[in-house]
């Protein structure tokens, strides 16, 4: 009911259907998922209800599965770090990788390595939101790009691929953050710089990682 509601409000609005679709999507899926972690449910109650509102919405298959990991999976990681601010950030990211891969799983046309794994570039997707709800949280650098690199590594991403993604999705959720305080373009860059280098990734490559970020 919830997320025919969101949707009948989108089509009020004078959206057309698709579009009302996806934003029903976006609105209900983040509520039913924090509804089902502050009732004590776990990464799998979570992209349950990422799926089912996905799908209520009216999204295909595919494109649900796509919308309930990468939401599911930002919300997955904000209540675990708010929850746990003392705890491990690789158990947060780690519930985060694994609410988006039952997502993804839930869509066999997608699947790859039997369903174990999803694409790099769809994983560093995912990973992107998860880092930016942290930062946004006011989660420290160095525990974001731990939380990350455990989202990406159980994602099926390797070690060497996962600490460069994990520089990149981490100096720029750093980078993003500084520039919407209002910081000077000198101290952005510095602190994507620094980002990328909490990340084990040498001086010349986090420089060019800053820049490009």
């Known amino acids: 009911l919830a997320v025919q509601a969101a949707k009948a409000a989108a089509l009020a609005a004078g959206l ?28 799998e109650e979570a992209a349950r209800a990422a799926v089912q509102a996905a799908r209520y919405a009216g999204l295909a298959a595919d494109a649900a599965g796509l919308t309930a990991a990468l ?9 675990m770090a708010e929850a746990q601010q003392s705890g491990s950030p690789a158990l947060v990211g780690s519930a985060a990788g694994e609410a988006a891969l039952l997502c993804w799983k839930t869509c066999e046309s997608y699947g790859t ?11 560093s997707t995912w990973a992107s939101g998860a880092a930016q709800a942290l930062v946004a949280l006011g989660v420290s650098p160095d525990r974001v790009a731990v939380a990350v690199k455990e989202m990406s590594l159980r994602c099926g991403m390797g070690p060497q691929e996962a600490s460069l993604s994990t520089a990149r999705i981490t100096a720029r959720a750093v980078t993003d953050a500084h520039l919407a305080a209002g910081r000077d373009h000198a101290a952005v860059a510095g602190a994507a710089k ?19 970020v």
Do not use: F, M, N, Y
């Not at 983040?30 to 502050?38: F, M, N, P, T, Y």
């Open 16 to 43: 057309q259907i698709r579009e009302a679709c996806q934003i029903a999507a976006l609105v209900s899926v983040r509520r039913l998922v924090r509804g089902a972690l502050e009732q004590g449910g776990g990464p």
């Open 71 to 79: 939401l599911s999976s930002k919300e997955v990681a904000a209540w």
């Open 113 to 123: 390595d039997e369903g174990q794994h999803a694409p790099a570039s769809i994983t």
């Open 194 to 212: 620094a980002a990328a280098r909490l990340c084990g990734v040498e001086e010349g490559k986090a420089a060019g990682i800053a820049a490009s």
